[in-house]
């Protein structure tokens, strides 16, 4: 089946730590995207990718990193500058998506807690 | 970037039609208007998205105001997996299209 995996399901640590989130889809998609959840709140974009090897900060990028070797491929680095890393982190993809015309799919996301 | 305001919250009877609003007042002409669900802690859920035309599909149906500064989804028979929060959001047609803005969404819930 076709999908976007994300690993792990939750994850911890420790205060002043780096740690990376896994994004991966076999759907083909040119496009993928991050997203940061806080409770009761919407979606906000960290980073995205149109391509391979290539892509742009979203709103709220500091603090983050990513990298696009691999079509297949998106991970987040959520570094220790990260003020406030604690959250919910969604992974999405689509195909190229010049005009806005595509839906994402979105993975069933990584909770992050940070002790 | 054009933004989006729903009400925070709605309720609905099971098996009765639900019209869940969007107000996006400074769209501009190509963004597109799209759709999305989310259950608690799983990723949203594509629904339905359009520019300027109705559109309908199996989930859902969506409204588009003739000046395209408000839209409507609407479920014809809302069943108690339904309830959800709805993102109304706007995707641009620009060099930063994959960009999305996501407010803070509806709450739908359905009762029995």
């Known amino acids: 089946d076709g999908g976007i995996t994300q690993s792990p399901k939750y994850l911890f640590r420790k205060e002043g730590q780096n740690v990376t989130l896994s994004c991966e889809q076999n759907?083909?998609?040119?496009?993928m995207y991050w997203y940061r959840q806080d409770p009761g709140q919407g979606l906000r974009l960290i980073y995205y990718?149109?391509?391979?090897?290539?892509?742009q900060k979203g709103d709220i990028a500091e603090g983050y990193s990513v990298s696009r070797e691999k079509k297949e491929s998106f991970p987040l680095t959520v570094t220790s500058a990260q003020k406030n890393p604690t959250a919910f982190y969604l992974c999405?993809?689509?195909?190229?998506?010049?005009?806005?015309?595509?839906?994402?799919?979105f993975g069933p996301g990584t909770r992050l807690t940070v002790l | 970037d054009a933004k989006t305001t729903q009400p925070n919250s709605m309720e609905s009877n099971e098996e009765e039609p639900v019209h869940l609003p969007c107000n996006h007042s400074t769209i501009s002409g190509t963004d597109y208007i799209h759709w999305y669900r989310q259950l608690p802690s799983q990723g949203p859920e594509y629904v339905i998205h359009g520019l300027t035309s109705n559109v309908n599909n199996r989930m859902a149906s969506l409204a588009i105001a003739e000046d395209r500064k408000s839209s409507t989804l609407i479920l014809h028979r809302a069943t108690l997996r339904d309830a959800a929060v709805y993102y109304c959001i706007l995707r641009s047609s620009n060099t930063n299209a994959g960009k999305s803005t996501f407010g803070d969404g509806t709450t739908l819930t359905v009762k029995p």
């Open positions: 999405a993809s689509s195909i190229f998506d010049y005009l806005g015309n595509n839906e994402q799919f």
């Open positions: 990718s149109q391509i391979v090897n290539d892509f």
């Open positions: 759907l083909n998609h040119d496009a």
